[in-house]
């Protein structure tokens, strides 16, 4: 039986901050997205989450650079690319749905403007073509009178809508990958919750792989099909959400359900990183060559 | 029993409508609303950070609804505060030991105990160590300053605490210790806790009563078993319908309203 | 009951979040040395400082000692030049160089005295109008409208026109104008800092306004004032050199840089270091404001932008 190769392949991926001594951010990353599935990237802040994420979409900062590794979509390295072959990749096969609609989109463009940057560079659509696209794109994303909307500028709609219209922009190039970093962090809980069945709707029906990079272990629950648990730049576990969720074998994934606070059940939300996981955690860091101590 | 009731409304800005609650001795209070339904001007209120327009306010038993500051005097140290951004919270160009050591000042002498043993004993209860003393905030992790700003907040050894958002930001394990040093400080120190958040699943844990706001108003007040068990009303029942829990659900996704947020009004 | 803190293990659980960041090599004062541009243009600053200072020691020549014999002199490393005279002489056989030291006096004691004087009333009403608000701020603010709708230099020349020539004068002409500057950034400053939790935190504890408008909000104004300050004594040198150029400052014995490019503009093609000199060293030292000013910035916003 051939499993068939998957869309995105990261194999051994590190990174480290380009500045002596070197920390290093990303230690051996090994995942992969199979075509059509939401894949999690879970970890706390530091853990190296968004910085994955924005490797594959060449857009580290200066400051960090990669060094070992490939990520491969579809079979090419990313890599390896020379700046103008990324720049055909980006948006046509890989989007970016960012994290704060606040800042993501410029309060002095229209929507209109924005939402079609992707359309007129890419596809080159103009006119009347262009403006049927993105009356299609946000009913897409059920925004009612989309036409009113995309004369507006960001700062006259709200948080949820201006994540929808990112979205719309996301899929609007018909991507095969799509690298969604923390979308539902700055929204009220249900506008979350709208906004993750938006995600999964258009996912299905574009068949786009997702990258969905957050912190919230319930997110990941009940949107994601597999998924990493990272720290530290280093993947702790890996594989079927639910299986992992349900019984752990990682000793970190364990104590992070621990300490998350449910409201459907009374008996976790205190219960710190006990001290031995942070031990046990230390000792697999520092098999990696440089323990967190080396960058003091 | 109680410590303080209030009564607050702001029709200018229509913030706040009349309101009213209680706080009682020893509780943990939880405030949960989402963006723009007004708890964290109800949280100043409290505190008396701006005058009412309407209603009032008593601490104690005390009317302290129009008092001028030096009226208020004797009150602050009685209440206190922590705030949501340690940045903000914290003057940057202040050394750990000035910012607590104002709290310090107005605390009650504890007889033969010295500035700087009071100091120590003020960072220890929030479990950190008195070489930082010396430090700026800005060289504190994240973590940390949000210690101090609990340090500071216990530091005159109040009755009532106010804490406004003060987990939102931080990660889930850093979360899981502030909240039981919370809830340790609590009982040690006999206090009243008002703690203002979003997030339902962080109230459950922490709170014995909760009090739900949306668009400034008061739209349930139950003890949080109760709450959570049986909310009485549909907004309730639709935030905590809305939470995901890190159990899968296959149907949670699909289940609920559609969001009334699609109407194309401005941010709040 | 005291030894309630938590085991260190627990509070650390994430060690590669953000650690206490380690004490800088060059903390406190020593930190100016730090910045490159601190050192340079406050050398140099340093330099004239002492030149104007010790002047009657440093300058080779009575700046006013007039000698048509040997006027026109070119610099020393000419071919016609005497030799005791670096710089050359002005057509009245006046040493260029013993009265540049000279007019460094005057530059510098308007640059600091004006740029102080500025600063104080500035940032004072900044602080009341951005602290209090209320009438208070509605007045200053309606006065800095109408202040700044005036042109600078014009208002300058008319007001020495008015109460007369001297050091006092430009100074006060100074003051009378660019006061407005110190006072809008600082109150834009203050109404910022206003609204910083802390501020927040002192009400709680009781605190007095006026008390957090000095223990608060002052420590984290003052580093754009100092700013504004070195930038401020470089327009203060500049203003005193135009109004020494149309003549409108001290008296004409007292050598100025300004009063040298003017008399240096009449001989310029018979002896062009009369007037290049003194060009040179005014671009100089304005530079030099400007670049401390800049070296300031950078070292006290670190402390900000953790």
Redesign the interface.
Known sequence: MMVPAPLLAIDGLSARLRAPPHRPLLRSVCLDVREGEVHGLVGESGAGKSTIGKAVLGILPRAIEPCGGTIRLSGTDLLGLSPARLDAVLGTEIALIPQDPMTALNPSRRIFDQLTDGLRLKRRLRGQALRDKAVALLQDVQIPDPEAVLRRYPHEISGGMRQRILIAAAFSLDPKLIIADEPTTALDVTVQKEVLRLIRKMQRSHGTGVVFVTHDLGVVAQVCDRLTVLYGGMVVEQGETAAILAAPSHPYTRALLDATPRHDRTGSGMRPIPPQVAAALQAELARYGMGPGAHV | MNARKSFGSRPRARILHPVSLTVRRGEILGIVG??GSGKSSLG?AL?R?HEPTGGRLSFDGIDITHSG?AA??PF??R???I???PQ???????RIRT?LG??LD?APQTPGESRSEALA?TL??V???SA?AD??????????RQRVGIA?AIA?RPEFVLADEIVSGL???????V???L??LAR?LSLSLAFIS?????I???CDRVVVMRAGRIVEARPVADL?DAPRTAYTR????????????PG???R?P??R???????? | MVERALPEAAVMATPLAEPAIARRRFAGLLAVFREPRVVFAGGFLLVLLLAAIFAPLVAPHDPLEQDLMLNTLPPAWSADAEPGYVLGTDSLGRDVLSRLIYGTRVAFTVAIVAALAAGLIGTLLGLLSGYFGGWVDAVVSRLIDIWMAFPPVLLSILLVAVIGTGVTSVILAIVVIDWTRFCRVVRSETLQQAKMEYVDAAVTLGTGRGKILLKEVLPNVLPVVVVLLSLEMGIAVIVEAVLSFVGLSVSSDTPTWGGMIAEGRQIIYQAWWVLVFPLVLLTATVLAFNQLGDGVRRLTDPVLRR
């Open positions: 989402e963006s100043r505190l950070l500051e208020l005097r602050r140290r209440m206190q505060m705030f949501q951004d903000s919270s914290l003057n940057p160009r202040h910012i104002s709290g107005l004993r220890a209860a479990g950190l160590d930082l430090r700026f905030p800005h060289e504190l992790s994240g973590g940390q500071r005159t990660d889930v394990s850093t979360q899981a210790q909240l039981a040093l809830k340790q040690e979003h997030d339902l699943s962080v459950r844990t922490l959570f639709q935030l905590l319908d809305a939470i995901p829990s890190p159990v899968p659900d949670w996704l699909e609920g559609i969001d947020d699609l109407a194309a009004t401005p941010a709040g």
